[in-house]
């Protein structure tokens, strides 16, 4: 018996420690609010080099108040944000499906950032179906900016491969989305 306990008590402090080693990700937030529950979100890092790094956020399993449809993708580095997400939601039988595209070049944290954002919303109901797209461009205080952690659930080991130190032979792939998100999920929750 006392092996057994002693077995779980160790396992236990295995467990406590392994989740006290924990990686996240510190996500750009361009308006300082938060787009999705930080903790509805988890991510996956596809590439890392020394200018940007590039992940998958998704939604955590048991999450009810994460609306990604497919996980997002993300490219962000000191100077540069892009997001590709969908979100999907509906209301009174309203369905409705935003696809948020955003650019963003970052001058610092202190500084601001200016951001391009396109919205595509798509909304469905009785078989009916209506569409709407629109492209803005904004510029974002330094106190407006703010970062969330989001936790690394897998690609932890390209953080320190070789490659996360070299720049890119040729230009990144870009991606968009990100805080635009926010507003697609308002202009859904109007409905």
């Not at 510190?26 to 509805?40: D, I, L």
């Not at 935003?98 to 595509?120: D, K, M």
């Amino acid at each position: 018996m006392r092996f057994t306990i002693k077995s779980l008590l160790l396992a236990g402090s295995l467990i406590t420690a392994a989740a006290a080693e924990t990686t996240e990700i510190q996500m750009f937030y361009p308006e300082g609010e938060v787009t999705f529950a930080p903790h509805s979100l988890q991510a996956s890092i596809i590439n890392a080099n020394a200018e940007a790094t590039t992940y998958q956020v998704k939604c955590v399993d048991d999450s009810d108040v994460c609306d990604l449809a497919v996980p997002a993708t993300v490219t962000q580095g000191p100077s540069a944000f892009t997001m590709n997400a969908v979100v999907v939601t509906g209301t009174l039988g309203v369905k409705g499906t935003g696809t948020v595209q955003e650019a963003c070049q970052i001058t610092s944290s202190t500084q601001g950032a200016s951001c391009s954002i396109s919205l595509g919303l798509e909304f469905n109901t009785l078989g009916i179906s209506t569409s709407t797209s629109w492209t803005t461009a904004t510029s974002i205080k330094g106190d407006d900016i703010t970062y969330r952690a989001i936790p690394v659930t897998a690609g932890v080991n390209k953080l320190n491969s070789p490659q996360a130190t070299e720049s890119p032979g040729v230009a990144a792939s870009v991606q968009y989305g990100g805080a635009a998100a926010a507003a697609v999920i308002a202009a859904i929750g109007m409905l």
